[in-house]
Structure formats: structure tokens, C-alpha cells
């Protein structure tokens, strides 16, 4: 069966310092995979996807970005933290390919970050 | 583009009374529709999906949704509500390329004993 890992579930970082959150997908290959954050507890904002290894699509422009090192890997990164860049950041993944979203998505756990 | 709207920031209902969570869609072609709900500091869990077919789904936990194609609607429902119901429900629609969904705003649902 298919897992989603993502880490560390908590993080508290200061402004100006760097950010690696790190997801992982096992048991299927060519996985499309997903970044969002969501702040204030509400609404899902889509931040990064990516379709194939070094393949990422950009949503939002800001401090953030994405990166694919390998098929089922997808780590969202800073440079210099915002204090505007706390809050829930969810991965998620899907089959690939437009039949395969028929089965939606699967998201991690979530990772909570805190920028003080 | 493809788009739902959740009218509703918090929907309160008592235990063993039934619920409904609203959701209307607007999309270019064929909709496919999708339920989510979170719980607190969790990540997203699918209910049910309308892809095609039946427009009573049934998903898990004894949640089911109506597809209304007349009135753009994808309303969640549950006969009778359970206080471990209260949670985040998302709904969503894939959008037209295929690789992605479009999510609502959400609607806290809060189930009193």
C-alpha cells in the first residue's frame, strides 16, 4: 500500500533562517506531488506541484520554493524565513496522469511551523 | 476556471440530528467533485468523490453527497450527526488540466452533545 510521510510535524524557527520540510511517498512510482500551506486554520493554499523529478510548477509567487531530487521526494525550502510564512504545510500526492485524479488526493500528516 | 464555494464558515448541529454541509460548483465541463475533512492539526482525509454515475455517493463514515447538476450543488450530508463529526470539511473540484484540485474555503462543522 501507498504511505506519505512528511517532517518534522513541528518547527519553530526564527526569522531569517532557513527552511527545509521534507515528503516522501512510498509503494507507487511517478507519483504527482503537492505543497500547500494553510494559515489560520482555514482555507488550503496550493504553493508548489510537480508532475516528474526536477518538474515543479509554481503557484504563489513568495518565499518559497520547491524542489524534486528524486520521484517520490518533494522538499519545500527558504533561504530567510518571513514572519508571514508560519503556518500548516500539507504534502500530498496522486497517481499520475488525468484518469488517476479520479482518486483525489492523499495528504501527509502536516507540518506546523512558527516563525518568531 | 474551476471554482466551489463552501457559503458557510461554521455549520452547528445538535448529536443524532442530521447534518448538511454546503457546496455548489462552478466548472466548464464535466465536474469532478470531491470531500475532504481535517481534523485538528491532521492532514486532509477523502470522504467520497462524484466522478460520474449515481448522484447519491456514499463515502466513509456514513457521510454521502447529492450531485445536483440543475442546481450546481454538492451538498455533504449524514442522516444523523455524531459529536466526533466536528471537524474542517473541504470540498473541491479537479481543474480542467487535470493535475490538480480546487479547494473551497472550508466550513467548520460543530456537533453539540
Known amino acids: 500500500s501507498q504511505t506519505i510521510h512528511q517532517w518534522p510535524a513541528t518547527l519553530v524557527q526564527p526569522v531569517g533562517s532557513p527552511l527545509s520540510l521534507e515528503c516522501t511517498v512510498e509503494g507507487t512510482s511517478n507519483p504527482n506531488l503537492y505543497w500547500y500551506r494553510q494559515a489560520a486554520g482555514r482555507g488550503l493554499q496550493l504553493l508548489f506541484y510537480s508532475v516528474g523529478i526536477g518538474q515543479i510548477s509554481s503557484e504563489v509567487p513568495q518565499n518559497l520554493s520547491a524542489s524534486r531530487p528524486q520521484d517520490r521526494q518533494f522538499i519545500l525550502s527558504s533561504k530567510k524565513l518571513l514572519l508571514s510564512d508560519s503556518g500548516f504545510y500539507l504534502c500530498a500526492w496522486t497517481r499520475a496522469g488525468p484518469g488517476d485524479l479520479y482518486g483525489g488526493y492523499t495528504f501527509g500528516s502536516g507540518t506546523r511551523l512558527t516563525v518568531v | ?113
Request: net charge positive; glycine share 8%.
Open chain 2, 1 to 113: 476556471a474551476q471554482s466551489v464555494a463552501q457559503p458557510e464558515d461554521q455549520v452547528n448541529v445538535a448529536e443524532g440530528n442530521p447534518l448538511t454541509v454546503k457546496c455548489t460548483y462552478s466548472v466548464s465541463g464535466n465536474p469532478y467533485l470531491f470531500w475532504y475533512v481535517q481534523y485538528p492539526n491532521r492532514g486532509l482525509q477523502f470522504l467520497l468523490k462524484y466522478i460520474t454515475g449515481d448522484n447519491l455517493v456514499k463515502g466513509s463514515y456514513g457521510f454521502e453527497a447529492e450531485f445536483n447538476k440543475s442546481q450546481t450543488s454538492f451538498h455533504l450530508k449524514k442522516p444523523s450527526a455524531l459529536v466526533s463529526d466536528s471537524a474542517l470539511y473541504f470540498c473541491a473540484v479537479r481543474d480542467k488540466g487535470f493535475q490538480k484540485l480546487v479547494f473551497g474555503t472550508g466550513t467548520r462543522l460543530l456537533v453539540s452533545p
